[in-house]
């Protein structure tokens, strides 16, 4: 692990201040650290695949950090996932069910969003 | 004024054909319904787009007692300043315009279901009325991370309905949430049970083979 858990944290209320997402603050962030092994673990079926060094080479460890939504936002069954790269310890993505959005990061170090797939 | 008025035009033949948006074709995939009865059979819907979400609303009120209610059509939901967020009041649609929400089924009372008129997907109105069911059901209450995973296993029985990127896109859900609850048996079963074929699934997509 290369980043901790209290930089994590930091990292993903800025980000999700930044992008203007809001969260349920009366709940604890929740966070899971997913090592490399634990990836290379749910690939083994493929390491017969002759693209199989490609894929491993594609992956790095990530932080997971959980959001559950805003009551007043009457959504129920979803939840927002921030993950971020352990290795730069910069934020990549966040999803709900519905959607996944690339997050960037512009000039003035501002993170924004970019949806990447919709439900 | 029906709030769920259908924008259509009557084809040669003289079957209702739903006039599609621009959105409808930037997404590619529309499909359509062949009758009513195959829409709501076993695990809820297919696809609902214009004219279908109205049939939807009478089948989701006769059978379920469930209201139908559209984010970007209902005066209330477009307009009233419901929601707080970092200290500004917005409506339900600048919210889910936010974050792409898309639906969502909430039991109540009183029980609604939300979707956008402009975007309701197949996958979308299928993963809400597996929730929908559920509750009608009176099933038991598990675990909301145990629930996805019902939802994407109805999923997966129909998947030759869904897109590669679709399943792919309900399969990581799931397993982010269940890989972060203490469900560990649960996770290990959904994993044992779908991560050889997701696998393919995920190569397929990464190197553009469909």
Redesign the interface.
């Known amino acids: 692990m290369n980043t901790a858990e209290d930089k994590i944290k930091t990292t993903a209320l800025k980000v999700m201040?930044d992008i203007?997402?809001?969260f349920d603050t009366s709940k604890d962030i929740?966070c899971?650290f997913?090592s490399f092994d634990e990836q290379v673990e749910?690939?083994k079926?493929?390491k017969n695949?002759e693209?199989y060094e490609e894929?491993l080479a594609?992956i790095f460890p990530i932080w997971?950090v959980?959001f559950e939504f805003?009551s007043?936002?009457?959504?129920?069954?979803?939840?927002?996932?921030l993950k971020i790269n352990d290795e730069t310890s910069e934020p990549f993505q966040i999803?709900?069910?519905?959607?996944?959005?690339d997050i960037l990061k512009n000039d003035e170090g501002k993170y924004y969003t970019k949806?990447a797939?919709?439900? | 004024m029906d709030d769920l008025a259908v924008e259509g035009e009557i084809d040669e033949v003289g079957k209702f054909r739903t006039v599609l948006t621009l959105e409808d074709v930037a997404e590619g995939g529309i499909k359509r319904f062949k009758n009513v009865d195959e829409i709501f059979d076993i695990s809820g819907g297919r696809l609902l787009l214009k004219d279908e979400l109205k049939r939807l609303k009478h089948h989701l009120w006769n059978r379920y007692g469930v209201r139908l209610r559209l984010v970007d059509v209902d005066q209330a939901l477009k307009t009233k300043k419901?929601?707080?967020?970092?200290g500004k009041k917005i409506s339900?649609l600048e919210?889910w315009n936010?974050?792409?929400?898309?639906?969502?089924?909430?039991?109540g009372p009183p029980p609604e279901l939300?979707l956008r008129r402009s975007?309701a997907?197949e996958?979308?109105v299928f993963?809400e009325m597996v929730?929908l069911r559920y509750w009608f059901d009176k099933k038991p209450k598990v675990h909301?991370a145990q629930?996805?995973v019902i939802v994407f296993d109805e999923i997966w029985k129909t998947k030759d309905r869904w897109t590669n990127?679709?399943l792919l896109?309900?399969y990581?859900?799931v397993f982010?949430?269940l890989?972060?609850s203490s469900l560990k048996k649960d996770f290990k079963s959904f994993?044992d049970k779908y991560?050889?074929e997701i696998?393919?699934i995920r190569?397929k997509i990464?190197?553009g083979i469909q």
């Open positions: 201040n203007d997402w809001g929740e899971y997913e749910q690939l079926s493929l695949h693209k894929i594609s997971k959980f805003e007043d936002t009457e959504i129920d069954n979803n939840v927002m996932i999803r709900h069910k519905q959607a996944r959005f949806l797939w919709s439900q | 419901t929601i707080t967020r970092n339900k919210d936010s974050r792409n929400v898309v639906g969502s089924f909430r039991e939300f975007y997907s996958l979308t993963h929730h909301f629930e996805e990127q679709e896109e309900s990581e859900y982010d949430i890989q972060q994993t991560s050889s696998n393919q190569t990464q190197f």
